[in-house]
């Protein structure tokens, strides 16, 4: 795992548009794992940026998202198609139909989870997976107690990331759905570079667990220790409960410019 603490969101929207850009350098019919949330904003901004100026394209890209809201109108605008779509992919230029995301508002929920795994594993699965983290150390929507083998199934939400999510509800908890589909850790684990942002110290402590914790279904993201190729944004806040911090900075300082991201 390598982990990087940088500046701020400038910065970690610069590494990480690195990776996306040099990926797609080498693979231009890559597939992309795309978060919400608004830890990827930076990346996503950046994203768009190149794009813009003709640094990179999305042309011959698919993507697929990580996690939907069950049960919210087609029309809602935190539905997280919808949300996805306004940040990142209406800002670049993704083919129609290129970006895939769980549907939420399936008749039959189990059939749309298995249906949604097929189709990753037909596009020849994800080769770059972006990631926030929630505070309970979630990731996608894996809560605490989410089995460390999950594949993509519906989850009931927790109190607590209901309330963090509110925010973008009217801070009406009781209006943030009870349920959502995700993408399982499994499912995850099988992107070849996972690379996950986290900012602001209220995710410090999930970011001391993913890290340096024991692997452990209370912290879900502590799954990633066992994958061969994860990065890890950090600003400093986020960072300020790692016991190794000094040793991440240095390995990154002292990083030999032929390694790559
Ligand atoms: C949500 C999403 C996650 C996201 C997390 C953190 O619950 N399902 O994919 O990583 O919250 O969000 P944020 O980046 O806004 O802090």
Redesign the pocket.
Known sequence: MEVIVLEGAADIGRIGADAVGALLARKPAAVLGL?????PLAIYDELATRCDAGLISFREARGFT??EYVGLAADHPERYRTVIDQVFVSRVDFAPGAVQGPDGLAGDIPAACTAYEHAIHEAGGVDLQI????TDG????NEPGSSLASRTRVKTLTRQ?RI??ARFFGDDVESVPTHCLTQGLATIMEARHLVLVAMGRSKAEAVHQLVEGPVSALWPATILQHHPHVTVLLDDAAARRLQLIDYYRETYRSKPTWQGI
């Open positions: 978060a919400t949330g608004s830890s990580l996690d990631l926030g983290i929630g979630h990731v996608a929507f990331t963090d999510n």
